[in-house]
Nanobody, 118 residues
Framework: QVQLVESGGDLVQAGGSLRLSCAAS????????MGWYRQAPGKQRELVAS???????NYADSVKGRFTISRDNAKSTLFLEMNSLKPEDTAVYYC????????????WGQGTQVTVSS
C-alpha cells in the first residue's frame, strides 16, 4: 500500500524557518519527480517546488531564494527547507510523487499545516 506521510508543519512567526519531511513507502516502479504543493484557504493548490530523479529542481517564483527542496533516495524521503517565511506562505503543504512506470500515477500525502503569523 502506498503511503506518503508529511510532517514538520507548525505555527511560526514571520521570518522564521521550518523543515517539512515526506516519507514515502510502497511505491513500485520508476519515479519521474517528487514535489511539494500547497493550498491556502479559498485558493487552488499550487506547485511550490519539485525535484526530478536526476536532481533538477523547479521553484515557484514566490519561494525562490527562500525554500530548498531535496530528497534522500535511499530513504525515499522528500524535504522542504523553508526560510524567511511570510504570512502568505500559510497553507496546507502536500507531498506529491509522479510515477512514470509501470503506469503513470500521481500520489498525494494527507498534508501538513504551515501557519505563519505576522
Amino acid at each position: 500500500q502506498v503511503q506518503l506521510v508529511e510532517s514538520g508543519g507548525d505555527l511560526v512567526q514571520a521570518g522564521g524557518s521550518l523543515r517539512l519531511s515526506c516519507a514515502a513507502s510502497g511505491i513500485i516502479g520508476v519515479i519521474n519527480a517528487m514535489g511539494w504543493y500547497r493550498q491556502a484557504p479559498g485558493k487552488q493548490r499550487e506547485l511550490v517546488a519539485s525535484i526530478t530523479t536526476n536532481g533538477r529542481t523547479n521553484y515557484a517564483d514566490s519561494v525562490k531564494g527562500r525554500f530548498t527542496i531535496s530528497r534522500d533516495n535511499a530513504k525515499s524521503t522528500l524535504f522542504l527547507e523553508m526560510n524567511s517565511l511570510k504570512p502568505e506562505d500559510t497553507a496546507v503543504y502536500y507531498c506529491n510523487i509522479d510515477r512514470l512506470y509501470p503506469s503513470r500515477q500521481i500520489y498525494w500525502g494527507q498534508g501538513t499545516q504551515v501557519t505563519v503569523s505576522s
